[in-house]
């Protein structure tokens, strides 16, 4: 059944409205996924029509968020109003989301700034994680590397440690690598086209959409998680956003909309007010429809079917992987094991751990990744760590050593490098999965059956 969706009323806030601030993330329902609805309240509490009275004010924002509906006739017996231009909705979609993005939109430090690298690095870091999360993290890695080249002269593992905790490990060290590209190949400045910026390691068209919308006022489309739900409400996409077609259909209707806001609204403030849109409002579930500046154009809420779009085809269950750690202390050290680039928590230190299901049966495994066969391991709990693909089942095995022995020069793999280090003073990057499993190791022997997850 399809029905022809409302369209939105012109508002009257259509003026060009150039704030500089930049993106929101997103929330982690993950694409970037910063997908899911975000986490941190918006200021839509300010009262944008202080000046006129209480009952005008409120008729105004009605009208911006519940624009009129073009199918119903006017008087008994008059002709309907010709059907609005598909155009024409486009532009009216922008108009209201441009208007709607100034008066609520939430105070994000990348929103308060223009510079290319500043919002590059926002959006690498909100991929796959919460607006909150990010926050302390890209006001410190800023603090640290202000300018692509203070990156990229940085060694990987300052690089790492200031990353840690963070997760998605992958993403700061492409970014260190896409930094010395861009000062070798590009004077340290982000370029401004998309074939360019597409060139760099890491940089997918989502984020090519962004720097070039944001920091450079082109009307370039992105969709990330939260625009894609926005725009498979808005058209009424009934294809998996995951699918090829759907991939296209989203692309389309972004850059159609984009390109409908020229004019009215920068391409990075409307893209950024589609994001918020659908971090703060179009939610994944019971999306707050009554607040949406353009639900009169919204084939999903026209139809009644918020709660079946987008179309997602469910995951395949993530397989589980039993692991043993081992956590051999002599007195305030640790030996730690350095991971080889390219794979898991590729250049991240970490305490030894085997693929097995027993301290048993681990044994001969540890001893080829440097601990010692008569290192007296016992088992003192379990921790349990979701990967996208994979679900880690960790046994914990702790031991005391009267001295550190000299590490072994060639490692199993993942290995590549041993070391006994400090966890109290770490300078290096070290995975929530390696803080799970010290942790663990840390905890009074009555706690150990019970797993930390």
Not at 7 to 22: F, I, L, M, N
Not at 349 to 366: I, N, T
Request: aromatic share 6%; charged share 25%.
């Amino acid at each position: 059944m399809s029905t022809k969706p409302r369209s939105p009323s012109r508002s009257r806030e259509g003026a060009d409205k150039t704030s500089s601030r930049s993106r929101e993330g997103a929330d982690q329902t993950s694409s970037r996924s910063r997908e899911g609805a975000d986490k941190t309240p918006s200021r839509e509490g300010a009262d944008p029509t202080s000046a006129r009275s209480r009952s005008g004010a409120r008729q105004s924002q009605a009208q911006e968020r519940a624009p009129r509906r073009r199918g119903s006739s006017g008087e008994q017996g008059a002709p309907p109003p010709a059907p609005l231009d598909p155009s024409e909705r486009d532009r009216e979609i922008a108009a209201a989301l441009g208007a709607w993005f100034d008066r609520v939109a939430r105070d994000l430090p990348w929103r308060r700034t223009r510079d290319p690298y500043a919002i590059w690095l926002s959006e690498v870091m909100l991929q796959q994680t919460r607006v909150e999360t990010v926050i302390p993290y890209y006001e410190r890695f800023l603090a640290r590397y202000p300018t692509v080249s203070a990156l990229a002269s940085a060694e990987i593992d300052d690089v790492l440690s200031l990353w840690s905790g963070l997760g998605y490990y992958r993403r700061a060290r492409v970014l260190h690598l896409a930094a010395r590209e861009i000062t070798e190949r590009h004077d340290g400045a982000l370029p401004r086209d998309v074939p360019a910026l597409l060139a760099l390691p890491g940089v997918g068209a989502y984020t090519a959409g962004a720097i070039a919308s944001i920091a450079y006022d082109q009307p370039v489309p992105l969709v990330d998680g939260n625009v894609a739900r926005v725009l498979s409400r808005i058209d009424g996409i009934d294809d998996d956003i995951r699918s090829t077609s759907g991939t296209r259909k989203l692309w389309s209707a972004a850059e159609r909309l984009v390109r409908a806001a020229a004019g009215s609204v920068h391409p990075g403030r409307f893209n950024q007010a589609l994001m918020e849109l659908g971090a703060t409002v179009c939610a994944p579930r019971n999306p707050r429809c009554e607040a949406c500046p353009v639900d009169g154009a919204c084939a999903a809420r026209a139809e009644g079917r918020q709660a079946e779009l987008p179309v997602i085809a469910p995951k395949r269950d993530v397989p589980a992987v039993a692991m043993v750690a081992a956590v051999v202390r002599s007195g305030d050290r640790v030996l730690f094991l350095r991971r080889a680039e390219g794979g898991l928590f590729g250049g991240l230190w970490e305490p030894p751990m085997v693929e097995a299901r027993a301290l048993a049966d681990a044994r001969a495994l540890l001893e080829q990744v440097g601990v010692a066969p008569d290192a007296p391991l016992r088992e003192v709990g379990r921790v349990r760590h979701i990967l996208t693909h994979r679900r880690l089942d960790v046994t914990v095995a702790r031991a005391e050593v009267a001295a550190p022995w000299r590490c072994r020069a060639k490692l199993a793999a993942p290995y590549e490098k041993a070391a006994w280090l400090d966890p109290g003073a770490m300078e290096y990057g070290v995975s929530k999965l390696a803080r799970k499993v010290l942790s663990a190791a840390s905890a009074p022997d009555e706690g150990s059956a019970r797993g930390t997850r």
